[in-house]
Each structure stands twice: as C-alpha cells, then as structure tokens.
C-alpha cells in the first residue's frame, strides 16, 4: 500500500511562495497520476492541481493557473506543488492525492491520499 506524506506548509504573506512536497512510499510513483487539492475552513475539498504519469501534462483549477505549478520526480517518489502570488483566499489544508490511471479533477477518483499540509496566506 502506498503512503503519502505531505510538507511545506506554513504561513506567509499575501504575494508571497511556498512550495509543498508530497512523499509517496511502497510502490513504483511513476504508475500514478497525481493530485492536489485543498479545503478551506468550512468548505468542500477542491481541485487544484493534477499532473499525469508521463510528460509534463498537467491540469490546474482556474483561480491557480499562471500562479501554481505542479511537478513531480519520479526518481525521488515525490510530486510538488510551488505556489507563488499567494492570496488569502488560497488558505486552505493542502493534500496530494494518487490513482493508478489518468489524472481527473474529480477527488472521488482518487484512493490515496496524504494527512494534508496547512497553507495560511495573510493579508
């Protein structure tokens, strides 16, 4: 079974980066599509961000896209999420999430999933 650990969190000022690391464990990370999604306090967890298992094809939610990255290095088993121009409105517990086949936006495809890392942007 696969395990994943997200880090990188923290707290930073309006304009500001972070980059976020999501570790993967116990098997071959390049057979996964994977994805990260947020969930601010109060709301529905949401997509930001999914990149498939070859190429650099990758997909973003619409408000993150030109400030949000998503990358991944299958030889260090770890995907990546660099954000910058951060806004409060991107406050939220970040998770990477994986599946076995093509990235979707959707989080009800995906079976595993990383405890979250908090992401807090003041203004």
């Known amino acids: 079974q696969v395990q994943l650990v997200e880090s990188g969190g923290g707290l930073v000022q309006t304009g500001g980066s972070l980059r976020l690391s999501c570790v993967a464990s116990g098997r071959t990370f390049s057979d996964y599509a994977v994805a990260w999604f947020r969930q601010a306090p109060g709301k529905k967890r949401s997509f930001v961000a999914a990149h498939g298992t070859i190429g650099n094809r990758a997909i973003y939610e619409d408000s993150v896209k030109g400030r949000f990255t998503i990358s991944r290095n299958n030889n260090a088993n770890t995907a990546y999420l660099q954000m910058s121009s951060l806004k409060p409105e991107d406050t939220a517990v970040y998770f990477c999430?994986?599946?076995?086949?093509?990235?979707?936006?959707?989080?009800?495809?995906?079976?595993?999933w990383g405890q979250g890392t908090q992401v807090t942007v003041s203004s």
């Open positions: 999430a994986i599946r076995e086949t093509w990235f979707t936006p959707d989080s009800a495809d995906y079976n595993i």
